[in-house]
């Protein structure tokens, strides 16, 4: 079985952190270029941060853009979210991402570029 989980989600005030962690089973997604996404109620999934196979290229949305960052350990096969100063509006289930097509492209920002996912964790933020 080919899977993602997701982990590290709960309840965080406003300006506070939260890391997020997402670690594959089944096969390595070492040489895969990963994303996360995140939907809020009453809305679709939307992408929040993506980073390259190698790891050298990231790519964030303009709503977290120096407050989230996205990094990857291979050796873990595990993709982190580290979410700082982070906001009511930054409430949702968090979705972790991967691409079948090894060492592909730069950046995907779009949901059906990814070909695996988890089945998300809750984020909520109090104010």
């Known amino acids: 079985q080919v899977f993602l989980r997701e982990s590290g989600g709960g309840l965080v005030q406003a300006g506070g952190s939260l890391r997020l962690s997402c670690v594959g089973s089944?096969?390595?997604?070492?040489?895969?270029?990963m994303a996360w996404f995140r939907q809020a109620p009453g809305k679709g999934r939307e992408f929040v941060a993506c980073?390259?196979?190698?790891?050298?290229?990231?790519h964030y949305d303009d709503s977290v853009k120096g407050r989230f960052a996205i990094s990857r350990e291979d050796a873990k096969n595990t993709v982190y979210l580290q979410m700082n100063t982070v906001k009511p509006e930054d409430t949702a289930v968090y979705y972790c991402?991967?691409?079948?097509?090894?060492?592909?492209?730069?950046?995907?920002?779009?949901?059906?570029?990814?070909?695996?996912w988890g089945q998300g964790t809750q984020v909520t933020v109090s104010s």
């Open positions: 991402g991967a691409r079948d097509t090894l060492y592909s492209g730069n950046y995907y920002l779009n949901e059906g570029d990814y070909d695996y």
């Open positions: 089944g096969r390595s997604f070492g040489s895969s270029a």
């Open positions: 980073i390259s196979w190698s790891g050298e290229i990231v």
